[in-house]
């Protein structure tokens, strides 16, 4: 009730087109903005989950063994309503939109039929993390109401963003970037982040929780940038 009352005298601006905001379960974003987003739908490929022309098996990359996780799935495009709102939850503070962002991930974990019972959020170096305050993959894990290992993965180079890097570029920048703290052996586990692009943070995880003795390695994120859109 009180926060009704708070929510209509201050209502917040939507941070992508201004419009108020009344109910804090749309944290910062106006619900006509959340429409905006573009949930990935079939046809995707089974086990990464990208988009593809239609169902035709695995897509070239999981024939061929390159995609070390076992299963990946993404809620929406990496469209400009995602993109703003990575953004403002990244750079801005805005860690209000963890909330909606794990409402939506939890509806993709059930419908996707994700079966590992231990969430780990892709880590930030520690000096990133310290400038931001935060990492916002542990944010978002922290919403999807399954057990989060924060100790498991640490980042131990430093790698510059990973933005406007071609594919093989982004897996020589990432190799040996992570080392593994926790004990996986047996385990399934959820790996979670923000944006998949090109899948090779998410790979060179996996590869370290494999050789830890994982027995399942899924990711989940909340967008994805496909293939064609990134230019690869
Ligand atoms: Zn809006
Ligand atoms: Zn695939």
């Given at each position: 009730m009180i926060d009704c009352i708070l929510n209509f005298l201050f209502p917040v601006a939507c941070i992508i087109c201004e419009a108020q905001v009344f109910e804090r379960h749309y944290s910062v974003v106006c619900p006509t903005c959340w429409d905006t987003l573009v949930p990935i739908t079939p046809p995707i490929c089974p086990q990464c989950g990208m988009p593809a022309a239609a169902i035709e098996g695995p897509c070239l990359r999981c024939r061929t063994g390159?995609?070390?996780?076992d299963f990946a799935r993404s809620a929406v495009f990496f469209n400009d309503a995602a993109r703003e709102i990575i953004h403002h939850l990244k750079y801005a503070d805005r860690v209000s939109l963890a909330g909606p962002i794990g409402t939506i991930l939890r509806e993709v974990l059930i419908r996707e039929r994700f079966t590992g019972d231990l969430v780990v959020p892709v880590p930030l170096h520690w000096k990133r993390r310290r400038s931001r305050g935060f990492n916002q993959a542990e944010l978002i894990a922290r919403e999807l109401g399954v057990q989060v290992g924060n100790n498991i993965i640490r980042r131990k180079k430093n790698t510059e963003t990973q933005t406007g890097l071609s594919r093989s570029e982004r897996m020589k920048n990432l190799s040996a970037a992570f080392e593994l703290l926790g004990t996986v052996a047996n385990r399934k586990i959820i790996l979670v982040d923000d944006v998949l692009t090109t899948g090779a943070t998410m790979n060179e995880i996996a590869k370290v929780l494999k050789r830890g003795g994982a027995k399942k390695v899924e990711a989940l994120t909340f967008s994805r940038v496909p293939d064609s859109i990134n230019g690869l």
């Amino acid at each position: 009730m009180i926060d009704c009352i708070l929510n209509f005298l201050f209502p917040v601006a939507c941070i992508i087109c201004e419009a108020q905001v009344f109910e804090r379960h749309y944290s910062v974003v106006c619900p006509t903005c959340w429409d905006t987003l573009v949930p990935i739908t079939p046809p995707i490929c089974p086990q990464c989950g990208m988009p593809a022309a239609a169902i035709e098996g695995p897509c070239l990359r999981c024939r061929t063994g390159e995609n070390i996780f076992d299963f990946a799935r993404s809620a929406v495009f990496f469209n400009d309503a995602a993109r703003e709102i990575i953004h403002h939850l990244k750079y801005a503070d805005r860690v209000s939109l963890a909330g909606p962002i794990g409402t939506i991930l939890r509806e993709v974990l059930i419908r996707e039929r994700f079966t590992g019972d231990l969430v780990v959020p892709v880590p930030l170096h520690w000096k990133r993390r310290r400038s931001r305050g935060f990492n916002q993959a542990e944010l978002i894990a922290r919403e999807l109401g399954v057990q989060v290992g924060n100790n498991i993965i640490r980042r131990k180079k430093n790698t510059e963003t990973q933005t406007g890097l071609s594919r093989s570029e982004r897996m020589k920048n990432l190799s040996a970037a992570f080392e593994l703290l926790g004990t996986v052996a047996n385990r399934k586990i959820i790996l979670v982040d923000d944006v998949l692009t090109t899948g090779a943070t998410m790979n060179e995880i996996a590869k370290v929780l494999k050789r830890g003795g994982a027995k399942k390695v899924e990711a989940l994120t909340f967008s994805r940038v496909p293939d064609s859109i990134n230019g690869l």
